[in-house]
């Protein structure tokens, strides 16, 4: 056996062996290439509140941009934990205290997307009872339309825009 056909030999197997041990669907192809999709997506985005501001709910979008990053999506739990020590981290001294992220229902009442992509809100964490659109005591109050997070038990809750509170931009960190 000359040196050639030791080389297409060897090749041969390599092709075979590779056929075999090769990665049969998305989750093996992720499990083998971790680094095509972060397990952690704090590695890849991070949350911040901008120190003792607040704003109505449009501010918080536009002050976001500002400082080149958006109003805060929550997409899992991951995030929702993440975002849950970034509030920890935070002093508060008036409570209930309630941070603006970007869900909302401004284009049609009840069907709540994320302020930038338009992406509808699949995940979420409302609290018992809401969104319920309150309209305020008297009934003729402009509809909440736009979502805070609690301080305390992180859930969500519909308040009118208007409403001055705390916000959280995200960004996404360059790979
Ligand atoms: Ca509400």
Redesign the pocket.
């Known amino acids: 056996m000359n040196l050639l056909t030791t080389c297409i030999l060897i090749a041969g197997i390599a092709i075979v062996h590779s056929d075999l041990d090769a990665p049969k669907t998305v989750e093996d192809v992720l499990q083998r290439n971790q680094c095509i999709c972060p397990c952690k997506p704090f590695e890849e985005k991070e949350y911040i509140i901008p120190i003792s501001r607040t704003s109505d709910w449009f501010g918080a979008v536009a002050f976001c941009h500002s400082i080149d990053m958006e109003l805060a999506e929550v997409l899992n739990d991951d995030e929702a934990r993440a975002l849950g020590e970034v509030i920890a981290e935070e002093e508060s001294d008036s409570e209930p205290e309630f941070y603006w992220i970007a869900a909302n229902d401004l284009g049609v009442q009840g069907t709540y997307r994320w302020a930038l992509t338009g992406r509808s809100v699949s995940y979420s964490k409302w609290a018992a009872g ?5 309209r305020g005591a008297d009934g003729q109050q402009p509809a ?1 339309r736009c979502v805070a997070v609690g301080l305390e038990k992180l859930e969500w ?3 009118q825009c208007t409403q001055q509170k705390r916000f959280i931009c995200q960004q996404f960190r360059d790979q």
């Open positions: 809401e969104p319920n659109n309150a909440e809750n519909d308040f």
